[in-house]
């Protein structure tokens, strides 16, 4: 069980356009989900915090403009990376809180965005 | 001070042996804590939770906490080649990350 995945797993995009990260709790129903960042040798960074059926909660330092985070059900939150630049490249990884019980975190496989 | 430290590493270990990784938080009030493991290029997998004080054990790996002392550690005993990783250690629902301790156990 507490499996979540992410689609796609990998993506290459030219400069300025906009990507789209699905994150899907199988079988699970996740109220809050969150976003990370990680770069090459460094550590998770967390972006946001995602609630379905309410607005995303940015960390300081992340615009919310160009990372639109959407939890329209119990079971998916989407990240759409407006506008990638080079900079943007990264792996982003998003994870699941069950909706009951332990605050324990299960994390997807990722998804790792080149923008060239 | 940062939320929570952990030792860089890299920590290297001869097969066979007990691998032992540290983590202090900032955070008195923190309830759960949790250690990740994490293989290059991929994402975090859960290994262990932990609430209470005292050692957790589950397979070769066992968690101690001290609240007191604001200190939780994992010990991996009879570490293999595959246990080789970053382990990220995760206070209050693992929203905060260290940079995580990198394992190396050497066949």
């Known amino acids: 069980g507490a499996v979540v995945s992410q689609h796609p797993s990998w993506v290459i995009c030219k400069s300025g356009t906009s990507v789209k990260i699905e994150c899907r709790s199988l079988?699970?129903?996740?109220?809050?989900m969150f976003w990370y960042r990680q770069f090459p040798k460094q550590s998770l960074m967390l972006m946001a915090t995602?609630?379905?059926?309410?607005?995303?909660?940015?960390e300081q330092g992340v615009e919310k403009d160009k990372f639109l985070i959407n939890h329209a059900s119990l079971t998916l939150s989407t990240l759409t990376v407006t506008s990638a630049h080079p900079e943007d490249s990264s792996f982003y990884i998003c994870?699941?809180?069950?909706?009951?019980?332990?605050?324990?975190?299960?994390f997807g496989p990722g998804t790792r965005l080149t923008v060239l | 001070q940062k939320e929570v430290e952990q030792n860089s590493g890299p920590l290297s270990v001869p097969e066979g042996a007990i691998a032992s990784l540290n983590c202090t938080y900032s955070?008195?009030?923190?309830?759960?804590f949790f250690w990740y493991r994490q293989y290059s290029g991929k994402s975090p997998e859960l290994i262990m939770s932990?609430?209470?004080?005292g050692d957790k054990e589950d397979g070769r790996f066992t968690a101690q906490l001290n609240k007191a002392s604001q200190y939780v550690s994992l010990l991996i005993r009879d570490s293999q080649p595959s246990d080789s990783a970053t382990y990220l250690c995760?206070?209050?629902?693992?929203?905060?990350f260290g940079s995580g301790t990198r394992l190396q156990v050497q066949p």
């Open positions: 955070d008195r009030g923190s309830q759960s």
């Open positions: 079988d699970f129903q996740a109220t809050t």
């Open positions: 932990i609430y209470s004080n």
């Open positions: 995602s609630n379905e059926g309410s607005k995303a909660t940015y």
């Open positions: 995760a206070p209050n629902g693992a929203l905060t």
């Open positions: 994870s699941a809180r069950y909706r009951f019980g332990t605050d324990t975190q299960y």
